[in-house]
Nanobody
């Protein structure tokens, strides 16, 4: 089992920045892909960004150029730096990891609210 603990959400004004963190613990042998998804009220959960062990990244078009995903493999932690936040970025952000055996794990989510 892998446990994920997210932190860094909160309220920010449009144009502001936040940094999300997600630390994995438990029975970790190898974490393949680590990423962030989000779900806004009334909408489906969507991919925000993901990163492989080797550092290859993939971003949703709506966040390219504003968000940066990174990971610390030694600490089994993934980060999401979010700049120039917009009201439409308001959502619950979920950490996701795909372990080496292919099993998906999800965090409980952290709320990001962008509002003036």
């Amino acid at each position: 089992q892998v446990q994920l603990v997210e932190s860094g959400g909160g309220l920010v004004q449009p144009g502001g920045s936040l940094r999300l963190s997600c630390a994995a613990s438990g029975s970790i042998f190898w974490l393949n892909v680590m990423g962030w998804y989000r779900q806004a009220p009334g909408k489906q959960r969507e991919l925000v960004a993901k990163i492989t062990t080797g550092g290859s990244t993939n971003y949703a078009g709506s966040v390219k150029g504003r968000f940066t995903i990174s990971r610390d493999n030694a600490k089994n932690t993934v980060f999401l730096q979010m700049n120039n936040l917009k009201p439409e970025d308001t959502a619950v952000y979920y950490c996701n990891v795909v372990a080496g055996d292919g099993i998906n794990y999800w965090g409980e989510g952290t709320l990001v609210t962008v509002s003036s």
